[in-house]
């Protein structure tokens, strides 16, 4: 065989070794478009209510299961919430202490305002290590990724 024709063979090879492993190394995100929902202890009505989560709560999912999602949150803690009440809109939950919220994305912008740990906030963008965050209120800003967990 061709040294060429076996290097061309080698790399589709693996590259769709790459592709299959692909979805296994992504983060596979949700949020609750429920205004609350139940987090229960495992998959079915029947099943206890560990905790309840506010819409726009992100959660990676750990596993599928019929109609319903094993996930953990930032603290990693588990459960299971119905599928039908999980989305596919952006999120993210402050796990820092507090947050600078900054004009845009980078330490030599201005704060415009802070976040606390627990707060949700809408994903409207991301930038080099930065996220451009909505708050209920509607205020937009900028926030490090690092003080963040979510999308």
């Not at 079915?44 to 109609?67: A, E, H, I, T």
């Not at 004009?103 to 930065?130: C, S």
Request: glycine letters at 10%; a positive charge.
């Amino acid at each position: 065989m061709h040294f060429a024709t076996l290097s061309k063979r080698i790399l589709i090879a693996a590259t769709l070794c790459l592709i299959s492993l692909t979805p296994a190394l992504a983060r596979d995100m949700v949020s609750i478009k429920g205004s609350v929902v139940n987090m229960r202890a495992g998959p079915g009505l029947g099943k206890d209510v560990l905790w309840q989560l506010d819409k726009g709560y992100p959660l990676q999912v750990l596993k599928r299961q019929g109609s319903w999602l094993k996930v953990r949150d930032f603290e990693n803690d588990q459960g299971w919430v119905a599928r039908s009440q999980t989305g596919r809109t952006p999120h993210h939950i402050v796990k820092a202490p507090v947050a600078n919220v900054r004009k845009g994305p980078g330490t030599q912008y201005k704060v415009i305002g802070q976040v606390e740990r627990y707060e949700l906030l809408r994903t409207r963008g991301k930038k080099a290590g930065w996220v451009h965050i909505e708050r209920p209120s509607g205020k937009t800003g900028w926030v490090a990724k690092r003080l963040l967990w979510g999308w």
